[in-house]
């Protein structure tokens, strides 16, 4: 089962290409050049380095988020159009999912991980697990108010994602020798999702790529403005 991944969760994003859950090639985008201008031709340079085509994809993956509201939009049309193309279904993926999943495989040994990406304003989206279990839905909140919560919980923290290099410093502040920070801390995402695609495809979720729901944590600004206007 050949699956063609892409996350565009973040500025630098990732696309992967999994063949059984194997990992064929696997590439970071280049953060300085937006989404837009960069796809669909990462997926089909990916495809070409393989050897291979759109028709050999059996299964198209994209992280649903969180992320940038842009990010998210452009890397799950560009997903759709392609699977609705070529015939095939779209398993999304969340970000979070693949961030933790990477996060207990870096640090077996840590009990607790959270993944936090930068949301801009001073704010991370978030999420907690303990034992792989969810134990903090996704979220958006400042670095402080997230820690405060970990503290009480206890060390044996592995911090991953991009907001937790950002926001080291104050990570290391609050939780000290109770936390580390994943290295390196925002690694790419693609690979994972492939995997994990690949697995939910073998058990039957098949999604037509219209199904996708992105999860945005955060409500877009166009919303939050037009629910800001006074009533007249």
Do not use: N
């Not at 996350?7 to 937006?34: I, Q």
């Not at 020798?177 to 690949?198: E, F, H, Q």
């Amino acid at each position: 089962m050949l699956v063609l991944a892409l996350d565009t969760t973040t500025r630098e994003g990732s696309c992967a290409l999994a063949d059984e859950g194997r990992v064929l090639h696997e590439r970071a985008g280049d953060a300085s050049r937006p989404h837009d201008t960069r796809l669909p031709g990462d997926l089909m340079a990916l495809l070409d380095e393989a050897a291979a085509g759109l028709a050999d994809v059996d299964v198209f993956a994209v992280a649903t988020g969180p992320g940038s509201f842009t990010g998210l939009r452009i890397g799950i049309a560009t997903m759709q159009g392609l699977a609705f193309a070529a015939g095939k279904p779209l398993v999304g993926v969340s970000g979070f999912e693949a961030l933790a999943h990477l996060g207990r495989l870096a640090a077996p040994g840590a009990a607790r991980v959270a993944t936090w990406v930068d949301a801009w304003r001073g704010d991370v989206y978030a999420a907690a697990y303990e034992d792989g279990e969810e134990v903090e839905a996704p979220a958006v909140e400042p670095p402080a108010a997230l820690l405060e919560r970990y503290a009480r919980r206890g060390g044996g923290w592995l911090m991953i994602g991009d907001g937790a290099g950002i926001y080291e410093p104050i990570i290391r502040s609050v939780l000290g020798t109770g936390a580390r920070i994943a290295a390196p801390p925002a690694p790419p995402l693609a690979g994972t999702i492939a995997r994990r695609a690949a697995a939910a495809a073998r058990a039957g979720h098949r999604p037509p790529p219209h199904a996708i729901r992105p999860l945005y944590v955060r409500r877009p600004d166009a919303e939050l403005a037009r629910d800001a206007r006074p009533v007249r």
